[in-house]
């Protein structure tokens, strides 16, 4: 009987501190700053304790991925992004993993200029690859009403949207389409109507517009501009059509030589509109353009104050002798 007391108190005392074990294991708590553990398609389960070990500080990683090990049924289930924050229990953070919960991304653009920018930015913020991204541009925009590449910067809005990181390519391009087409409801399409446009043409405008100037208030009265050009069938003229065409995005000076850049987006040299926009351009500025105010300016020039506004005007003398001032502005600042 002293011997069984002995064995039982024994087994009492094993499984104790392996109670305490598993509960100091589970419980512990993340005290580190936030981090994103990636598991990229296919790992091994190998590979999935290595990046659970490296991504997470200390005995932490350590616990979460020992935890993730005896619990695991199908490793592939851990593909995907997980953030963890302080105060979660090892526990918690383990079983995220083995059932595939994930923490969504928020995926953020502003300020891209090209297509293959944009698809660089959301490449880099999810597991697809920017040639993906633009492979699926290419199948499925068009039967959205693209007429070709150059219109595709106009099917894209900049903003914040959330997205697992394994999301497909197809299912980003579609998911950022349909936000752009909530833009465009009936209202804003009756209003590019009543200007003589398509949404796409829309976009073209502002994003002239928006490389013109970062004054936001300025915007409007820019846009009218160039709708009265292309009322009157006049050229265009805008330098950062130029720039767009030379492809070399830090010009500071349009030249002579650069105005004869040979591209269908120059429109110093092709009348009408480029073949599509030449930045991804701000919801804000599109609505520059549809509710542009009245007014008779055909020209426009950079101020030679470099406050980043223009002066406005209704003739050719006028203008000319704006660019004159804003030249010897440039010459004497040594702009080339």
Known sequence: MKKFCYIFLSLLIVLAVAGLYAYNLAFSTYTGECVRINIPENTTPQQTDSIIRGALPGQFGSKVARLWNWSVEDPASAHGSYLIEPGQKAWRVAQNIRRGRQTPVTVTFNNVRTLRQLAEKIADQLELTSDQFSAACDTLLPARGYAGQEEFPAAFLPDSYEFYWTATPASVVKRLADSRDKFWNDTRRAKAAALGLRPVEVATIASIVEEETANKEERPMIARLYLNRVAKG???QADPTVK??????????????????????????HQGLPPGPIRIVDRSTLQAVLDAPRHNYLYMCAKEDFSGTHNFATDYQTHMANARRYQAALNKRGIK
């Open 244 to 269: 767009f065409a030379t492809g070399d995005f830090t010009l500071r000076r349009i030249t002579g030589a650069h105005l004869r850049t040979p591209s269908p987006y120059n429109t110093y040299l």
């Open 234 to 236: 006049m050229k265009l």
